[in-house]
C-alpha cells in the first residue's frame, strides 16, 4: 500500500476474482466477448438511426443516444476490468477510481432519465398520435436528451464530490472489479449517514421518478390498448412498444436490486452477498448493454430493415 500520509489514500486495489486465476481467464475471455458485441450492436443502432432518413424520428433519436450511452458506460469500466484479470497488480489510482466512480455514475443516471423520455414518447405516439408531432418536434426532443445527460452529469458531480473528500486511513482493498461508490464509501473511516442521504436523495429524483414516469405512461397505454376491438390492432400497437418495454423491465429490476435490496448483514453470510453484488453488478454494466440492441433489433421491423438497408449498401458499394 502506497500513501501520501496517514489520512490520504494514493491507490485502490480492486480485489475483483483474486485468488482464482482460472475463473479470471474465463471471465476475461466472455467479458471481452461481450464488449465487441456491444460496441458492435450499439455502434450499428448509433449507425443507422443517423444514416437512415426514416428514423429521423424521436424514438430512434433517444435510442440512438441510448446505445451511445450504453458504449460510453461500458468503456468506463470494461477495459480496466480485463486489463486487471492480467494483471498481478490489480491497483488503481485514486484519481482514476474517481474519475471512473463519476463516469459510471453519470451514464447509469442518465440512461434512467432517459428511459423516463422515451416511455413518454411511446404514451405520446400511442394515446395522443394526431398531437404526437407537435408535442415531440425536434424543438422538444433534442432538449429532453440533452436535459438527461445534465442531470446525470449533475447528479454524479455532487455525489462523486462529497465521496471524495471522505478520508481513507484503513483498508483500501475494494471488493469490486470496479470503482463502484457504495464499495468505496464502505472503505471510508468516517461517518458517511450524509452520503448515504444524498443518495437517497438522488435516487428517489433520478431513479425512482423516472420510473414512476414509466408507470403512469405504460398505464395509460395498456388503457388505450385494451379499447382497441382488433386483437390484431392491439397486437400492432403493443409491439410499437415492447423493446422500450422489455428494457425496462431488465435494467430498472436489475438496478432496484441491486441499489435498494436490505444492507444488513447481521445474520447472513457476508462473503457471499458480496458474490451476490458482483455478479449483479456484471449483468448490469455488461449483459444488459450487450442486449439492448438485440432487443431493439429483433423486436423492430424499422431497425431490422434499416440494418438490411445499411449491409446491402456496403455490399454494393464494394
Known amino acids: 500500500m502506497e500513501w501520501e500520509n496517514q489520512t490520504t489514500l494514493v491507490e485502490f486495489v480492486l480485489k475483483g476474482l483474486s485468488g482464482y486465476p482460472r475463473l479470471e481467464l474465463l471471465f476475461f475471455a466472455l467479458i471481452l466477448i461481450m464488449y465487441v458485441v456491444i460496441l458492435l450492436g450499439n455502434g450499428t443502432l448509433i449507425l443507422i438511426s443517423i444514416w437512415d432518413p426514416h428514423l429521423h424520428t424521436p424514438m430512434y433519436f433517444f435510442l440512438g443516444n441510448l446505445s451511445f450511452l450504453d458504449i460510453c458506460y461500458t468503456t468506463t469500466s470494461i477495459p480496466s476490468t480485463l486489463v486487471s484479470f492480467l494483471s498481478e497488480r490489480k491497483t488503481i489510482s485514486f484519481s482514476g477510481c474517481a474519475i471512473q466512480m463519476f ?22 405516439a400511442i394515446c395522443n398520435p394526431l398531437r404526437y408531432p407537435v408535442i415531440m418536434s425536434k424543438d422538444s426532443y433534442v432538449p429532453m436528451a440533452a436535459g438527461s445527460w445534465i442531470i446525470g452529469v449533475i447528479n454524479s458531480a455532487v455525489q462523486t464530490a462529497f465521496v471524495v473528500q471522505l478520508p481513507f486511513c484503513g483498508n483500501n482493498v475494494i471488493n469490486h472489479f470496479s470503482c463502484e461508490i457504495l464499495a468505496i464509501m464502505k472503505l471510508a473511516c468516517a461517518d458517511i449517514s450524509g452520503n448515504e442521504f444524498i443518495m ?31 386483437s390484431e390492432g392491439r397486437s400492432k400497437v403493443f409491439s410499437t412498444c415492447s423493446a422500450h418495454l422489455t ?15 436490505p444492507k444488513s448483514k447481521d445474520t447472513l453470510n457476508s462473503e457471499d ?23 431493439y433489433s429483433l423486436r423492430n421491423k424499422d431497425v431490422k430493415e434499416a440494418v438490411k438497408h445499411l449491409l446491402r449498401r456496403n455490399v454494393f458499394n464494394k
Request: glycine share 6%; net charge positive.
Open 103 to 124: 463516469l459510471g455514475l453519470a451514464m447509469g443516471t442518465t440512461e434512467c432519465v432517459l428511459l423516463g423520455m422515451m416511455a413518454f414518447d411511446r404514451y405520446v
Open 200 to 230: 437517497l436523495v438522488a435516487t428517489t429524483l433520478f431513479i425512482l421518478t423516472p420510473l414512476l414516469l414509466i408507470i403512469i405512461s405504460y398505464t395509460l397505454i395498456i388503457v388505450s390498448i385494451l379499447k382497441i376491438r382488433s
Open 247 to 261: 428494457v425496462v423491465i431488465i435494467f430498472y429490476g436489475t438496478i432496484l436490486f441491486m441499489y435498494m435490496k
Open 273 to 295: 452477498l458480496d458474490a451476490t453484488d458482483k455478479l449483479i453488478s456484471l449483468f448490469y454494466g455488461v449483459i444488459t448493454p450487450m442486449i439492448n440492441p438485440l432487443i
